[in-house]
């Protein structure tokens, strides 16, 4: 039984360059959540998604990213532009409903240089 | 803004010691939950408590929720190495698990 997958595991990106993350959540989980972990701090929420739904984006930076779960495939993060600041661990979680436990994958390390 | 200070940041403890690891808010959380996290790797789930004042216990980790629902604790008794790792708190809001406010983290380290 697959947990979360992420990939890539690592991703290194120039300024001014694009970084997509994907995210493939645990069979028969529905509900995907994006959280960015910067060194030595927590982790940071940044959107929560359902299939076809961004549900809420209230922790995504307003410019240069999005995300998306589409109704096939994984659920994609994607940062345009991407500046010294955005790197860091890039968390992906999934369950099969809101209110059950979060499984979280392990993460794609952004690096941009 | 919900924020969890956790503390210690850093614990480092001879094999065999007890230890506690406090999580506090200003703010109330409808549950708490306690992950470890090791490196290179995600969160893991250890336990969620969920009542005002509840105590949960997991083999030599024992969580309590405090009666206001701000704070938790986690004390572990007889610490071994394989203990070691980074120990993050979060809280959850009134509409479930999808936007957790975790802790700031400590990092644990059992010296053998």
């Known amino acids: 039984n697959a947990g979360v997958m992420q990939n890539p595991r690592h991703l290194v990106r120039r300024r001014g360059q694009e970084a997509r993350l994907r995210c493939s959540p645990m069979?028969?989980?529905?509900?995907v959540y994006w959280y960015r972990q910067l060194p030595e701090e927590g982790l940071k929420f940044m959107v929560y998604?359902?299939?076809?739904?961004?549900?809420?984006e209230s922790g995504m930076p307003k410019e240069r990213f999005s995300a998306e779960f589409p109704k096939e495939g994984p659920s994609i993060l994607r940062i345009q532009q991407v500046v010294r600041g955005d790197s860091a661990a890039y968390f992906c979680?999934?369950?099969?409903?809101?209110?059950?436990?979060?499984?979280f994958g392990n993460g794609t390390r952004l690096t941009v240089t | 803004t919900q924020l969890l200070e956790q503390s210690p940041q850093f614990l480092s403890i001879q094999e065999g010691e007890n230890l506690t690891v406090y999580c506090n808010s200003s703010s109330v959380f409808s549950s708490l939950q306690w992950y470890r996290q090791e490196p290179g790797e995600g969160p893991v789930l250890l336990v969620t408590v969920v009542t005002g004042g509840e105590v949960k216990k997991l083999k030599r980790l024992t969580f309590q929720f405090g009666d206001a629902r701000k704070d938790s604790s986690l004390h572990i008794t007889a610490a071994q190495p394989g203990d070691t790792g980074l120990y993050l708190c979060a809280g959850a809001g009134n509409f479930g698990n999808e936007k957790l406010t975790f802790g700031t983290g400590t990092r644990l380290t059992i010296i053998p």
């Open positions: 998604l359902q299939k076809e739904n961004i549900i809420d």
């Open positions: 069979k028969g989980h529905s509900h």
């Open positions: 979680a999934s369950s099969p409903a809101n209110g059950s436990p979060l499984h």
